[in-house]
């Protein structure tokens, strides 16, 4: 019993710390979350305008790709025409 009383009592006196270092913890992210918010928008947009100016650059390759899909294969129209249709 005396045993299981003194880590008790040795838990219990590391409780301050261990809040002390919780509170400085959720502190520091917090800060780290408000630079971050200020960021945020300048790399979202550039992201999207990134993603706008690949598919402006790969549109020949998209044409060519769509135009293949449309023609098809006459060989293969029995294994296809079923997956075109449903």
Do not use: C, S
């Not at 009592?9 to 979350?33: F, M």
């Not at 928008?41 to 390759?61: C, K, L, N, S, Y």
């Amino acid at each position: 019993m005396g045993r299981a009383w003194g880590a008790f009592k040795d838990t219990e006196a590391e409780r301050p710390a261990y809040l002390r270092e919780t509170a400085k913890l959720a502190r520091d992210q917090n800060q780290q979350d408000v630079e971050q918010t200020r960021e945020n928008p300048h790399i979202v947009a550039r992201e999207i305008q990134g993603e706008f100016d690949r598919f402006h650059d790969r549109q020949p390759a998209y044409r060519k790709e769509i135009d293949n899909q449309l023609r098809g294969d006459p060989e293969k129209i029995k294994e296809t025409l079923p997956h075109v249709l449903y």
